[in-house]
């Protein structure tokens, strides 16, 4: 009730006790009808209001049939094409290490032939080699020749082989990519919803959430911005000596 | 030397496993996270673990603490090798007595040092 309202009022009913003492009726039955008067208008008031919220509350039925819609399809969804990240990823560090594993041990024959050979080579200029032994080390130069060529063929295929499989980074990054655009529209409609409903319950809840300090988190995504999180294993070192480590 | 890794991602312990043989630690065994982890160590015969921090089950600052308070494996070296980079982590992992403390992405060359300086140690202190 507004306070020119209520000197109406006051004033209509102070006239009203007037009247009836006075024996007025006419006069009295006026001053009752001004009181009611004013107060159908207070109630106009507030049911023009409700009826405002109500309007504002069906507009956003619309905003929580999208925030439906994003978890009952968009969410199943993006929880496949996360696990598509993770198996990718994990398929393509596997292959990248056998074709590792495969072109290790080719790299080791070639250097141990190389450094036998040579060191034949080497006796062999010094003329300290005997003439079996020279044969001996013709043999070898003339299978290892063919087989460093065979040898870089494959070390050069396995390497074609990791360079490809690093190509989930591409596929897996157009995943990632539609992946943040749903959670900044998730949330968006959040923010509203929390904006239209639950403004007086955004500060309580604030204050009672408590923090696990040594919670894993994994990879940090922002480290450069935060104090509380070491940048590279220097700054882990530089920490634990501060221990006394 | 036996040496078990314990990290949730395959490829993770495969990228260990390959480094350490590259140092020459050819005997290692293999545990997805803390709980599949303990039975081997108690079971005995590990001489040196190697553990990420944030795995499923139970986690790797938790069989540190396992670890430390079990009479047998309390003097098993522990090196942590995990992604988590907060300074509190760090310092709870210290206080829990740890060896050394390796943040992802590393390099062969981390490994190496902070290996050999974990067995610099234990020679000094014996």
New interface residues.
Partial sequence: MNPTNEAIQLEAARALVNALEAGDKEESASQLALLTQTQESDLFHQVGKLTRELHEALNNFNLDNRLADLTANDMPNTRERLNYVIRT??EA??KT?SY??KTLPLASELKQTAEKINASWHRFRMREMTADEFRSMSKEIESYLPSVTSHSDQIHANLSEMMLAQGFQDLTGQVISQVINLVEEVEDNLVRLIKVSGKQKEHNNNANKTVD??K?????IN?ENNI??????DE?DD??SS?G? | MKILIVDDFSTMRRIIKNLLRDLGFNNTVEADDGLTALPILQAGGIDFLVTDWNMPGMQGIDLLKTVRADEKLSSLPVLMVTAETKREQIITAAQAGVNGYIVKPFTAATLKEKIDKIFERIEAQQ
């Fill in positions: 990823t994990e560090a596997h290490l590792i594993d300090p040594i894993a988190e994994g990879p940090q480290q509380n999180v070491v940048n590279n294993q882990v920490l634990l221990l480590f």
